[in-house]
Every structure is written in structure tokens, then in C-alpha cells.
């Protein structure tokens, strides 16, 4: 089944311990999107890719980073994640056309942070 | 600003029905989406409305009047399984999803 895959389930990090999030898609869509989703809190948009353009939101940290080296992966850095940081993160995928968001999303299980 | 309310928390007894109201304001109107979360998951999506009026899929339906900013989410049968969150989400005149926090549905028997 064509799905969106996120590794790990659980990361446990330190206090200032850099970490990677992951995401691989077979849906083969051209935006992929992170999430970071706290408690009881709406889905907050840290950054997306509209195929090879990187689309940064302008609140988010510096202290997070993305990558996508390919069509199927996406990566979450956190380089000095502080306890503020924990939190579920979300990727989503979606196929929309010049960066337009008017399809659904489809999105992985979710990465929950914790920081000790 | 913009800006997506939802009531917090609602209850419901296993199968009734329940309306979840979502308004909005936002920058420009693109469409609404309807998103079911169970605790500790992800979203997944339930419906799409960009156009007035009722889209029925199967025991959920969902409204929309966009001259009132205003949409529900209209869940039959209720069944234990809905105990979720349910998130409205509208796309602005910039084509970005606003996300609203979530309704947090408790179904009792």
C-alpha cells in the first residue's frame, strides 16, 4: 500500500543533543511537509517542499533544519533541541500544483520527541 | 489575524448524533478541510467542502457557509471508535492551510 512512512516512532534525546527525524513516502507526491504538534494544540507548519523548493515558515527556529534529498525522503534536524522542543512531529505528503494547497494531506504515524 | 475556533471538548453518548462547529476568518477562502486525530496518531482526512452546503459521506456529513465563515461537521450513529479529535483546517487566499486546534470528542455509552 502506497503510505507515509516515518522513523523512529519514539525518540528519546538530551538536552542540547542534536537529532534527525525521518520520512520516506511511495506515494510519489511532490510536497512534503513537517509538522510539530504539541498537546491539545493545531498542527504548527515548520517547513515545506513544493518538489525541490524549500519553503521555510517564518517562525520557525533556526534550530530546526530540513533536507530532502529525493522525491521519496525528507528530513527533520533538530541541532540543539531544548525541552521546548518536545513534541509530536508530523510528516505529510501531498500533490498540488505551484505550491497550492487545496488537496488533502496524507500523513505518517508521527515522530513523538522526548528531551531529557 | 487569522483565525480558526472550534469548541474544545464536546461529549456524546454512542449512537446519537453530534454537530462540530468551526469558524473562521482568514485571509482569502480556498476550501475547508475536515481531519480526524486519535490520541497519539496522525490526521487523517475526512472531507472537503469549497462550495456552500451539505457533502454526505456515509455516518459524516459536513457544511459550509463561506458568506458566514462558518462550517460543522456532522457525525451519525456514534459509534465508541469517534472518540477523536477532530481538526478544521481552511486554505487561505495564499493557498496555505490554517489549522484550527482541534474539537476533542468524548462518546460515552
Known amino acids: 500500500d502506497a503510505m507515509v512512512i516515518q522513523n523512529p516512532r519514539y525518540q528519546v534525546t538530551q538536552f542540547g543533543k542534536p537529532v534527525t527525524l525521518s520520512c520516506s513516502q511511495t506515494l510519489n507526491h511532490n510536497v512534503m511537509y513537517w509538522y510539530q504538534q504539541k498537546s491539545s494544540q493545531a498542527p504548527k507548519l515548520l517547513f515545506h517542499y513544493y518538489d525541490k523548493d524549500f519553503n521555510n515558515e517564518a517562525d520557525t527556529p533556526d534550530n530546526f533544519q530540513s533536507r530532502r534529498p529525493n522525491t521519496s525522503f525528507c528530513f527533520l534536524d533538530i541541532r540543539s533541541p531544548g525541552l521546548g522542543d518536545a513534541a509530536m512531529y508530523l510528516c505529510?505528503?501531498?500533490?498540488?500544483?505551484?505550491?497550492?494547497?487545496?488537496?488533502?494531506?496524507?500523513f505518517g504515524p508521527g515522530t513523538r520527541l522526548t528531551v531529557l | 489575524g487569522q483565525n480558526i475556533d472550534q469548541p474544545t471538548e464536546m461529549t456524546a453518548t454512542e449512537g446519537a448524533i453530534v454537530q462540530i462547529n468551526c469558524t473562521y476568518q482568514?485571509?482569502?477562502?480556498?476550501?475547508l478541510f475536515w481531519y480526524q486525530q486519535h490520541a497519539g496518531e496522525a490526521p487523517t482526512f475526512l472531507s472537503y467542502n469549497v462550495l456552500d452546503g451539505l457533502e454526505e459521506k456515509g455516518r459524516f456529513s459536513s457544511f459550509l457557509s463561506r458568506s458566514k465563515g462558518y462550517s460543522y461537521l456532522l457525525l451519525k450513529e456514534l459509534q465508541m471508535k469517534d472518540s477523536a479529535s477532530y481538526l478544521c483546517a481552511v486554505v487561505d487566499s495564499n493557498y496555505q492551510l490554517i489549522w484550527g486546534a482541534g474539537t476533542k470528542l468524548i462518546i460515552k455509552p
Open positions: 505529510a505528503t501531498s500533490r498540488d500544483l505551484e505550491g497550492r494547497s487545496y488537496n488533502e494531506q496524507f
Open positions: 482568514t485571509s482569502g477562502f480556498n476550501g
